[in-house]
């Protein structure tokens, strides 16, 4: 096997194991943001809530997250090693600064809240029963006759300290799940010379003031990328 | 003597088995009206031999069941196969909305030459949207 080939398989395998990624955008221009540094141009967008409602199976916004999607297009010949990790977030005009959250930790954390809570002992659980028939047959002991006719019934079971119902998404297979959709949606890390694309996922950075704009760092190897990001409109 | 215990259990239970038996194996249901002279694992699975392959929840009509996510399809043509996993689930028309295990599917369209695909991911207690226009085109 050429040595070429070889290199090509193992960058592709190390790419596929960061996430499959999504298609990148035609130019780096066709992000609101975008911004040229270090053999490299990364290209960033705020993927607004209704829009991540549509594309993730996931409930993202209501875990807090805010999903940015990202594009790493590397110079001709050059090859850039990418690492969500490398990317920090910031909503301006000051906030703490935040790091990509893995798709495994997210899975976990939303897993958590859809479960089942232990109900207190003060929890009191009504189960309401009706029941309606008709009954044929038997004679009836005073008239004589046969017994027939429609009957009702009703009732009332409470029960106490219960545990809640569990949520959508709570089983170990829905956290798998979300793992997965998330990782094959991500930036794809590893080497590589062809342009990549793929979501991140912050942990909406916290704030009173109105958010105008974010700050996206990425923190390279060659030199540091400043990104403002503007907001989605509500 | 525990080996010779072991064969005969397998042995029976074989003879027992009805002859229209289902076997669930990854998650792919096969009903059988085939016969074979031969020996297959238990294990072993090939979709080519036991063609006609039906998709995840084909037997069970794709209906509610506990735990199990819901994809609605919107605005997909009457007439198109629905195929998941590769596997026939049945028309567009008939299948508004499927009830499936949580997991990963490659959902697909196939409409004359043309078919559309999508990777879906189904929670259980959600519902999911699909319109075509966000699948994958291919001609």
Redesign the interface.
Known sequence: MKPGILVGLIAGMALAAGGGGIRPRGSSADYPAHETAGGMTIGAAVVPSDQVR??????LNGGGYLVIEVAVYPDAGREIDVSAGDFMLRAEPDSETVRAASGSAIASALQRKNAPRPGKASDVSIYPTANIGYESGGYDPVTGGRRRGVYAGGGVGVGVGEPRPP?????D??RS??Q??LE?KSLPEGKTSQAVAGYLYFPRPSGKAKTAAYELTYYGAARQVKLRVPAPPK | MALRTALLSVALLAALAPADARVRLGGVRIGGGYSYGGYYSPWYYDPFLFYPVYAPGYYSGFGYQPNMGAVKLEGADKNALVYLDGALAGRADKLKQMWLDPGAYDLELRTGDHSATQRIYVLSGRTLKVTPELMEVRP
Request: aromatic letters at 6%.
């Open positions: 549509k594309v993730f199976a996931t409930d949520g959508p998404a709570a089983t297979r829905d799940t979300m997965q959709e094959d």
